[in-house]
T-cell receptor, first 112, second 115 residues
Framework: DAGITQSPRHKVTETGTPVTLRCHQTENHRYMYWYRQDPGHGLRLIHYSYGVKDTDKGEVSDGYSVSRSKTEDFLLTLESATSSQTSVYFC???????????FGSGTRLTVV | AQSVTQPDIHITVSEGASLELRCNYSYGATPYLFWYVQSPGQGLQLLLKYFSGDTLVQGIKGFEAEFKRSQSSFNLRKPSVHWSDAAEYFCAEIISNFGNEKLTFGTGTRLTIIP
């Protein structure tokens, strides 16, 4: 999607290793979000940010941490990956909700 | 508690038939509501959104949704489906937390189209 990129697009990692996913925006939007998508669960919010160094937990934040040291980047870290964290991860950005949300293309993470 | 409920996990519809996907929300007197579609292996595409005003909202691809406050519902409809409409559909709502916004999704409805 224009203005938002996720990296990497695919990753396979071993249980117990740390993993960092990156979301980068060029829109200068205030809000950034990390979701995970799993069959039967839809998209569940992991963490979100409402400004530089301002973050809050979502509904499935255990095992994840985030950082936002500058407006354009929002990093999601799995400190010690587990198989239950195998999922597709989506980043989203928004200036304000009623202005709309833009989603990234997703990162497919497999923990073996 | 789930703020957005999509009671139908999977719906099968014949091509050319009408479609209605259900969505119920539970947050806010003036909700901000969305419908997204996701084709297999793809990202999310916005179909339509409701913030205020006319309760019947028109979207892309011939979809519409009706906001009914009395039923806490925001159901998605299409008068005649096409095979290309086969996808997963998500209803979503903005939740405000001390002035900060987050978009919360339902669990989705998978739509299958049969000839």
């Amino acid at each position: 999607d224009a203005g938002i990129t996720q990296s990497p697009r695919h990753k396979v990692t071993e249980t117990g290793t740390p993993v960092t996913l990156r979301c980068h925006q060029t829109e200068n939007h205030r809000y950034m979000y990390w979701y995970r998508q799993d069959p039967g669960h839809g998209l569940r919010l992991i963490h979100y940010s409402y400004g530089v160094k301002d973050t809050d937990k979502g509904e499935v934040s255990d095992g994840y941490s985030v950082s936002r040291s500058k407006t354009e980047d929002f990093l999601l870290t799995l400190e010690s990956a587990t198989s239950s964290q195998t999922s597709v991860y989506f980043c989203a950005i928004s200036e304000r909700g009623n202005y709309g949300y833009t989603f990234g293309s997703g990162t497919r993470l497999t923990v073996v | 508690a789930q703020s957005v409920t999509q009671p139908d996990i999977h719906i099968t519809v014949s091509e050319g038939a009408s479609l209605e996907l259900r969505c119920n929300y539970s947050y806010g007197a003036t909700p901000y509501l969305f419908w997204y579609v996701q084709s297999p292996g793809q990202g999310l595409q916005l179909l339509l959104k409701y913030f205020s005003g006319d309760t019947l909202v028109q979207g892309i691809k011939g979809f519409e949704a009706e906001f009914k406050r009395s039923q806490s519902s925001f159901n998605l409809r299409k008068p005649s489906v096409h095979w290309s409409d086969a996808a997963e559909y998500f209803c979503a709502e903005i939740i405000s937390n001390f002035g900060n916004e987050k978009l919360t999704f339902g669990t989705g409805t998978r739509l299958t189209i049969i000839p």
